[in-house]
């Protein structure tokens, strides 16, 4: 494992063994405080000490912290080993400060939000935690799984966070109010809560099955993530699927062949993150597009790769696209026929389109090369 592979624990280590554990302790004192105001309010004597009270509002402003922070730290490594950060260069210093100034100003609204007394300072500080964990959260580079936003391990730190935020922001008002509207709001919103975070300890699991470590990244980007199967790591010798799928390669490397026009991927859809280079090749009678060495894209179901007459589609009909087959792989150099009869200048953009859920991955508009 390398720097970054560990850095990439740190998330997952802090849910474990301190994010987690508090959960249990804060919904422990949870039903002993309920427990011992419904006892009390019976004008009976409670064994549950009075303790619990203070107890689980304090643990409670841990478990804010600590649920805050390890999301910060989740958004951080993204955008550091995936997003801007990745391949640095000096125009991009601009954002880069700017992201820098937003981390820092989320952690501060966080600690003066501790510190509010009144209303209105903790609706100012706690509106601007959450703003700036939405912001970073929508960086290039951090994984949102937007094509299945409904088991999204992202999208449930999102809400746990702003949950979490809410919950800080109302506590002087709960002890306050005598009509329990607020503790009632408190309850139902933290039930809420824990289906979340009962929804992020199998979301995370699953998402870290997924993930590989970074020396296994370029053996993985041989696969066919279509067909699901991948070279044989002992003999070196590929599957009957692989040998089929790459015959349509073969002629751009025992061929000379021409390259008609190029351009580069741009991603469409924020966290899709799509790049490389596209070229249209004629090989001999046939004319191909070839996506090169650099291509990368974001994992996805029934991903499909076209050509349209659009560089940012606004809708897929027979009338202004062409199907050139399923992504044959989410990395690297791969070549597509282009059905005969097509004229590619008709339709001079290559698309990378989620189909399942309708979502553009990115796209490259095509240039003449003279």
């Given at each position: 494992?390398?720097?970054k592979?560990?850095?990439?624990l740190i998330?997952?280590?802090?849910?474990?063994?301190?994010?987690f554990?508090?959960?249990?302790i804060?919904?422990?004192l949870a039903w002993?405080?309920?427990?011992?105001r419904?006892?009390?309010?019976?004008?009976?004597?409670?064994?549950?000490?009075?303790?619990?009270?203070?107890e689980?509002?304090k643990?409670?402003n841990?478990?804010?912290g600590?649920?805050?922070?390890?999301?910060?730290?989740?958004?951080?490594y993204?955008?550091?080993f995936k997003?801007?950060?990745?391949?640095?260069?000096?125009?991009?210093?601009?954002?880069?400060?700017?992201?820098?100034?937003?981390?820092?100003?989320t952690?501060?609204?966080?600690?003066?939000?501790?510190?509010?007394?009144?209303?209105l300072?903790?609706g100012?500080?706690?509106?601007?935690?959450?703003?700036?964990?939405v912001?970073?959260?929508?960086?290039?580079?951090?994984?949102?799984?937007?094509?299945?936003?409904?088991?999204?391990?992202?999208?449930?730190?999102?809400?746990?966070?702003?949950?979490?935020?809410?919950?800080?922001a109302?506590?002087?008002?709960?002890?306050?109010?005598?009509?329990?509207?607020?503790?009632?709001?408190h309850?139902?919103?933290?039930?809420?809560?824990?289906?979340?975070?009962?929804?992020?300890?199998?979301?995370?699991?699953?998402?870290?099955?997924?993930?590989?470590?970074?020396w296994q990244?370029?053996?993985?980007?041989?696969?066919?993530w279509?067909?699901q199967?991948?070279?044989?790591?002992?003999?070196?010798?590929l599957?009957?699927?692989?040998?089929?799928?790459?015959?349509?390669?073969?002629?751009?490397?025992?061929?000379?062949?021409t390259?008609?026009?190029?351009?580069e991927?741009?991603t469409?859809?924020?966290?899709?993150?799509?790049?490389?280079?596209?070229?249209?090749i004629?090989?001999?009678?046939?004319?191909?597009?070839?996506?090169?060495?650099?291509?990368?894209?974001?994992?996805?179901?029934?991903?499909?790769?076209?050509?349209?007459k659009?560089?940012?589609?606004?809708?897929?009909?027979?009338?202004?696209?062409v199907?050139?087959?399923?992504?044959?792989?989410?990395?690297?150099?791969?070549?597509?026929d282009?059905?005969?009869?097509?004229?590619?200048?008709?339709?001079?953009?290559?698309?990378?389109?989620?189909?399942?859920?309708?979502?553009?991955?990115?796209?490259?508009?095509?240039?003449?090369?003279?």
């Amino acid at each position: 494992m390398n720097a970054k592979d560990i850095a990439g624990l740190i998330h997952p280590a802090l849910a474990v063994v301190v994010v987690f554990p508090i959960i249990g302790i804060v919904v422990n004192l949870a039903w002993q405080t309920r427990q011992r105001r419904l006892q009390t309010a019976d004008k009976s004597k409670s064994k549950i000490p009075p303790v619990v009270g203070p107890e689980h509002r304090k643990i409670g402003n841990w478990l804010t912290g600590s649920v805050v922070g390890i999301t910060l730290v989740a958004i951080a490594y993204s955008i550091y080993f995936k997003g801007i950060f990745k391949d640095f260069k000096s125009e991009n210093m601009t954002i880069a400060i700017l992201i820098v100034t937003i981390f820092i100003a989320t952690v501060a609204s966080l600690v003066f939000l501790y510190q509010a007394k009144t209303k209105l300072w903790r609706g100012i500080f706690a509106t601007l935690t959450g703003a700036g964990i939405v912001i970073l959260g929508f960086q290039d580079g951090v994984y949102r799984r937007d094509f299945e936003w409904q088991v999204s391990h992202f999208y449930y730190g999102l809400i746990a966070s702003i949950l979490m935020i809410f919950s800080l922001a109302i506590v002087p008002e709960i002890y306050k109010d005598r009509t329990h509207k607020w503790r009632k709001i408190h309850t139902a919103l933290n039930c809420l809560a824990i289906l979340v975070f009962l929804g992020q300890g199998i979301t995370g699991s699953r998402d870290l099955l997924e993930i590989s470590l970074s020396w296994q990244e370029k053996h993985l980007s041989k696969c066919d993530w279509g067909k699901q199967v991948c070279p044989d790591s002992q003999s070196q010798t590929l599957s009957p699927e692989i040998i089929v799928a790459s015959i349509s390669n073969y002629p751009t490397l025992a061929q000379a062949n021409t390259v008609l026009a190029s351009g580069e991927f741009v991603t469409i859809t924020p966290g899709e993150d799509t790049e490389g280079t596209a070229e249209i090749i004629q090989v001999g009678s046939k004319t191909q597009v070839r996506l090169a060495e650099n291509f990368s894209a974001i994992e996805g179901p029934a991903v499909k790769l076209l050509l349209h007459k659009e560089n940012r589609p606004g809708s897929y009909t027979a009338e202004n696209y062409v199907r050139l087959g399923d992504l044959k792989s989410f990395t690297g150099e791969q070549v597509y026929d282009i059905p005969e009869g097509i004229n590619w200048q008709d339709y001079p953009n290559v698309v990378v389109w989620c189909e399942k859920f309708d979502v553009t991955f990115g796209s490259a508009k095509l240039a003449l090369l003279n």
